[in-house]
């Protein structure tokens, strides 16, 4: 699969997405942060709504995009109108994803199908553990965790299940994922060695330690997310895909990207990135493998000169120092006494406490304090409890067989990056939660693009979307027009 960037593709087809982008910059530097806190999320849904309807594909590349760039514009918004701890520019990705489940819901059978039993019990152990942290949390709190964990996985089935667009759909995502990578690639470097004002009242403002000092060559870099954690999840995630298509564009979003994934300082995405790797060089056939190494050699030799001298060179010798002595770093310590400590209070209660109870959802609480730990294999337990905890991991496994299975019998390289990504999406929610929020979506869209090839045949065939082809003729011209 080629990935081009040309001025006709964005002046035509992602036009109204442009039209987006200049208004909130028009909005940015007439200082009008206050009124985008509102306008924006209103904005981006009406155009969701509106490129659901006549252009699809485009609409799948703009929800990628909307996940990407709105805490930046929260950032933007907050430093002009003051800091929000609630923020409502954050509930744009949500809104824009929310359009995806429309078709679902129409067809709710869908999900009865036996290629489709995992989720279902993964849908049940969302539903029970929305009742639970109502009831224990508020319904506030644990409704914004359950859109947070339900979306990204209706986007992911959404994919699949349109299957007269599923490989235009597909390319359209890819498409925004390389584009993706180069932009906030790009961002995060000039953050690096130019911290950007509102950035650092960011960080100031929601006390945001971890990160850094807030000062230029002293921070880690977040780029246009609002942690390292999920901006390193996201150049990961991108940095394997961009090994399997073709295009220039993939050499320029390679050549910053592995910089400024270099940058982010999260270890456990950098041997993520070498196990994806390594799984699609072994998985993929010979010219493939080789248009690979052509690519890594091609990438190594644009990102030398900003990884091998200067500040960067001295922040990455830095982080890789600690490999040697991992015994010894705070990261590493602070990891483990987690786990010395909260295991058995996240194993201690058979349902759970239930969403609200952990993460962003507790912002909307009157404590406004995290109850568990940011690591994944905990939060497990801890909000669903170790009956539906078990019925979630055993979901979970259940779709991971389904991948590896696909990915070794398949030719398709784009298929293999997918299964990739979501297989050490998997492993990675050892460490953080990959289910929910930015994380949710590129482990579930990950899952579309390595399976979608078989279960969308298999959805004409049983006549799920008898009706996909519908609609005006203009609007099907329209959707093609990627």
Not at 23 to 41: D, E, K, Q, R, S
Not at 69 to 91: C, I, K, N, T
Not at 333 to 360: D, V, W
Request: proline share 5%.
């Amino acid at each position: 699969m080629a990935v081009k960037l040309s001025t006709n593709r964005l002046m035509g087809s992602y036009a109204p997405v442009l039209g987006l982008v200049v208004v909130t910059a028009v909005m940015v530097l007439g200082h009008a942060g206050g009124l985008l806190n509102y306008a924006f999320p209103i904005m981006a849904a009406g155009l969701a709504f509106f490129l659901f309807r006549v252009r699809q594909n485009i609409y799948v590349a703009f929800v990628w995009w909307i996940w990407l760039f709105s805490p930046l514009v929260r950032r933007l918004a907050d430093f002009q109108s003051g800091y929000h701890v609630v923020s409502p520019v954050m509930l744009s990705p949500l809104l824009v994803t929310l359009v995806a489940a429309i078709p679902l819901l129409r067809r709710p059978r869908f999900i009865l199908r036996r290629e489709y039993l995992p989720f279902l019990f993964i849908f049940f152990v969302y539903i029970d553990a929305l009742i639970v942290g109502a009831v224990e949390n508020g319904f506030g709190p644990a409704l914004f965790d359950f859109a947070n964990s339900t979306l990204p996985l209706a986007f992911g089935l959404f994919l699949m299940n349109d299957p007269k667009r599923f490989q235009e759909n597909r390319e359209s995502l890819i498409f925004a994922i390389v584009l993706g990578l180069l932009l906030i690639s790009l961002y995060g470097l000039y953050q690096f060695y130019h911290m950007p004002p509102w950035d650092a009242f960011w960080l100031q403002s929601s006390k945001f330690g971890s990160a850094g000092s807030g000062l230029a060559e002293q921070t880690r870099l977040f780029g246009t997310l609002n942690s390292p954690g999920p901006y390193a999840m996201v150049l990961m995630a991108s940095l394997v895909f961009v090994l399997v298509v073709r295009g220039s564009l993939k050499f320029l979003a390679a050549g910053f990207g592995f910089p400024a994934f270099g940058l982010s300082l999260v270890r456990s995405d950098w041997g993520g990135w070498v196990l994806a790797a390594v799984f699609v060089a072994l998985c993929i056939g010979g010219k493939t493998r080789l248009r690979m190494i052509l690519f890594g050699f091609v990438a190594v030799l644009i990102a030398y000169p900003l990884v091998m001298v200067g500040p960067v060179a001295d922040q990455l010798s830095k982080r890789l120092a600690t490999f040697n002595n991992i015994q010894h770093d705070n990261s590493y310590q602070a990891r483990q006494h987690l786990y010395e400590t909260f295991t058995s209070e996240a194993f201690s209660q058979p349902i759970g406490n239930g969403f609200g109870s952990n993460g962003q959802g507790t912002k909307l609480s009157a404590t406004g304090a995290s109850g568990a730990p940011d690591s994944g294999v905990l939060q497990v337990p801890y909000e669903y409890g170790w009956v539906f905890g078990g019925i979630f991991t055993w979901a979970v496994l259940m779709t991971c067989l389904r991948v590896f299975s696909r990915a070794i019998k398949t030719s398709d390289a784009i298929s293999i990056a997918g299964a990739a990504v979501f297989l050490v999406m998997v492993l990675e929610n050892l460490a953080a939660p990959m289910f929910g929020n930015v994380n949710g979506m590129a482990t579930w869209a990950a899952f579309a693009i390595a399976v979608g090839p078989y279960i969308a045949p298999a959805a004409i065939k049983s006549g799920w979307r008898k009706d996909a082809g519908s609609g005006t003729a203009s609007a099907r011209g329209l959707a093609h027009g990627n």
